[in-house]
């Protein structure tokens, strides 16, 4: 009998009693290891009024006893990262490596949460009138709830709900139904950590288990992070029933290469982040923009991408794992054909790819094309899988209006030796997060993850001290104390104080 994946509800793992499972597959097999249930409306209403008591007395819990829970936290996944990243292998397929990374960016969030109290500091200013003070306090929500995607099953659950729980509120967590076991194993150690019950929950399921978050009365704020489609209705409904939402959505990311970049720099930045993960990162390269000469490396990109295989995690010569599903695959192949019908030149084709012993996997080859227009539907569209288009333009400004024109901003880099180019590109491109000479430029914990245009919908971003404004109101007190033989100066009749 396949396991079935359990709720986490009030500080328990109990069974759903749900009629409807969703298989969740190890992606290199097509094997079935677990059931993953569709939490039934009961069983949600069960975790939210969970939250919604737990918040009573989780607000009132002293700060320093919050920063020390995601202290116990933190270094229990640290302890735990392998057999986390275990089951990452398992139902997504990544490499050990990787995975270990997934955890890894997870715990550095966990390790930012720690620092809670400096980050909801208020201020104060003295005598804003006469004896008159003003002070700012930042006070949590109430209930919040995460909407999570496949690809990073730890470290995005981890941009969350230690952020939102470390400021005061109580959390329900909807984790990908492709891979839910990673988070169900999160929770298990933040329970041991010492995590009160109530204050955090894990539901199962998919697109019904979300609208019930987004309709109900008492989450007061979503974050979530998925495809496009899904995150502009995310946004859509969740602030049209007055919710604070943050929605992080697709991409696709440009890399522009100067002439003058050291060019074996180029070439590994490439191969790792075209490639790497399968593709399946919102912060992969899938267009590499080579600027007057630079174009001459395009085959010896193609010719190191094409030394990359894709293979099982037990695989240690294996660069990246399968698609998550026979679906993703065949999507990412049937854009493959469509570059080519549209006039792209595939220089390196990946569709026929063979891994030795497992016919069943997902598995997608490296691709590269060039003579990529931005009409093309592989332009267009973001692919999510082991695909590079490569393009031409004659100058930097060029480079820079056509990542412009992209309706996407979630991140993008520049490959040059010049700092004026550098600093032209970083001030001039409208994308939200920038790398000079580093292909995914991922914040570390104390800065955002801030992605812009259609790659995120909202205003506050996630983890650092954006995250915290996201997670918290903020109250302002104007405060006097009249001394007792203070003289009565008769009513105020104006706005102003005094
Ligand atoms: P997805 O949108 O299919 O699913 C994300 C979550 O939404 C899942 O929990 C899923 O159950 C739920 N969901 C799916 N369809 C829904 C619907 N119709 N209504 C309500 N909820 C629904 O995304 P995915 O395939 O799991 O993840 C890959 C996508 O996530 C890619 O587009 C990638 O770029 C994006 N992503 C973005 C970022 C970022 O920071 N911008 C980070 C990681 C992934």
Avoid at 124 to 134: G, M
Avoid at 209 to 221: E, G, N, P, R, T
Wanted: proline share 6%; net charge negative; with cysteine.
């Amino acid at each position: 009998m396949t396991t079935q994946v359990q709720l986490f509800i009030n500080g328990e793992f109990v069974h759903s009693k749900s009629e409807k499972f969703i298989p969740v597959t190890n992606p290199a097999t097509q094997e079935v290891i677990a059931q993953v249930p569709c939490t039934t409306p009961d069983e949600m209403e069960h975790a939210i009024r969970s939250a919604k008591e737990a918040f009573l007395s989780w607000k009132e819990t002293p700060v320093s006893e919050r920063a020390r829970l995601m202290m116990r936290f933190a270094a229990l996944l640290k302890e735990h990262q392998a057999d986390i990243a275990d089951i990452i292998c398992r139902e997504l397929g990544k490499t050990v490596e990787d995975a270990k990374g997934d955890v890894w960016r997870g715990i550095e969030v966990v390790e930012q949460a720690a620092n809670i109290p400096s980050l909801m500091m208020g201020e104060t200013v003295e005598n804003v009138a006469r004896s008159i003070d003003t002070y700012s306090y930042i006070q949590p929500l109430g209930v919040c709830a995460g909407i999570t995607p496949f690809n990073f099953p730890a470290m995005i659950p981890l941009w969350m709900f230690p952020m939102a729980i470390a400021c005061g509120n109580t959390f329900v967590l909807k984790p990908s139904e492709q891979d839910p076991m990673t988070v169900n194993r999160i929770a298990e150690l933040f329970a041991e950590a010492g995590a009160p019950k109530g204050v955090l929950q894990v539901v199962h399921g998919n697109k019904e288990q979300v609208d019930v978050l987004l309709h109900h009365k008492d989450i007061k704020a979503i974050s979530f992070v998925g495809s496009v489609n899904v995150g502009q209705y995310i946004y859509k409904t969740g602030t049209d029933n007055l919710k604070r939402v943050q929605a992080f959505a697709g991409a696709k990311n440009h890399m522009v290469i100067m002439p003058d970049a050291n060019k074996n720099q180029v070439v590994n930045a490439l191969v790792g982040a075209s490639v790497g993960a399968a593709g399946q990162r919102c912060m992969a390269i899938s267009v590499a923009v080579f600027v007057g000469a630079a174009a001459e490396w395009i085959p010896d990109v193609a010719a190191a991408i094409g030394k990359v295989r894709p293979g099982v995690y037990t695989d240690p010569n294996a660069a990246y794992g399968p698609q998550i599903s026979p679906q993703a695959r065949a999507r990412v192949l049937s854009l493959i054909e469509q570059g080519k019908k549209e006039g792209a030149t595939c220089l390196l084709d990946g569709s026929g790819i063979v891994v030795d012993g497992y016919p069943n996997g997902n598995w997608v080859g490296p691709t590269v094309f060039s003579n990529v227009t931005t009409d093309m539907a592989i332009y267009k569209e973001e692919i999510f899988g082991p695909v590079l288009n490569t393009m031409t333009v004659n100058s930097l400004d060029e480079a820079i209006a056509l990542v412009n024109a992209s309706p996407f901003g979630n991140g993008t880099a520049i490959f040059t030796a010049s700092g004026h180019a550098a600093r032209k590109y970083q001030h001039e491109v409208e994308v939200g997060q920038v790398g000079i000479n580093i292909p995914i430029p991922v914040p570390l914990p104390f800065f955002s993850f801030t992605g812009w245009k259609g790659s995120f919908y909202g205003d506050q971003h996630a983890y650092g001290k954006q995250a915290v404004r996201f997670y918290t109101e903020t109250k302002t007190i104007t405060a006097r104390w009249f001394e007792d033989d203070m003289a009565a100066t008769g009513p105020n009749m104006s706005i102003n104080l005094r």
